[in-house]
């Protein structure tokens, strides 16, 4: 089965704060993504990458940064947090061939005070 | 911009029934459109995918359908049980090679009550 991990179940940081988000997945997949999900606005997808040091901005990238430096983790970096950040975080893989099946981890719930 | 629609955010039903959800999508018809569950406070996880050229699939009480005329699938759970309450996502591929992204709908919450 495939595993994706994420660093942090839950999290609380001040406005301001630089917050690093961390997710790995253990099979060998291609491709990986950070979404936010909030209530009534569904998935939206902030940066995948589909190669080591690659990186393409997805729906909403604005305050956000991301990290690839090995194939098997990706990093979501908030540069600083701000309240309207507090959402929960989802990190997905695939393998990176059609259909493109995404698997999940069980995602940060973040809130920033 | 390719689209997918959950047209109901929830959806209540009797243990035993059949629910039945739609997701209808925009545009051209994707090459295969996937299911999703989602439990509260979990991350999405992938049920069933459906080719553009298969008309049903099936697995276990699920089973999805993919109508190209009407641009939409219809995903169905029989013998609904109260482990079956979920949010369920819709999603399709993206478009040309190298796309690697799934565009999600929002999602249909289903309680099945006992």
Known sequence: ?113 | SQKIEQNSEALNIQEGKTATLTCNYTNYSPAYLQWYRQDPGRGPVFLLLIRENEKEKRKERLKVTFDTTLKQSLFHITASQPADSATYLCARGGSGAGSYQLTFGKGTKLSVIP
């Not at chain 1, 994706?4 to 961390?22: A, C, N, P, W």
């Not at chain 1, 305050?63 to 090995?70: A, L």
């Not at chain 1, 309240?83 to 493109?100: D, F, H, I, K, R």
Request: proline letters at 4%.
């Open chain 1, 1 to 113: 089965d495939v595993k994706v991990t994420q660093s942090s179940r839950y999290l609380v940081k001040r406005t301001g704060e630089k917050v690093f988000l961390e997710c790995v997945q253990d099979m060998d997949h291609e491709n990986m993504f950070w979404y936010r999900q909030d209530p009534g606005l569904g998935l939206r997808l902030i940066y995948f990458s589909y190669d080591v040091k690659m990186k393409e901005k997805g729906d909403i990238p604005e305050g956000y940064s991301v990290s690839r430096e090995k194939k098997e983790r990706f990093s979501l970096i908030l540069e600083s947090a701000s309240t309207n950040q507090t959402s929960m975080y989802l990190c997905a893989s695939s393998l990176g061939v059609p259909p493109e099946t995404q698997y999940f981890g069980p995602g940060t719930r973040l809130l920033v005070l």
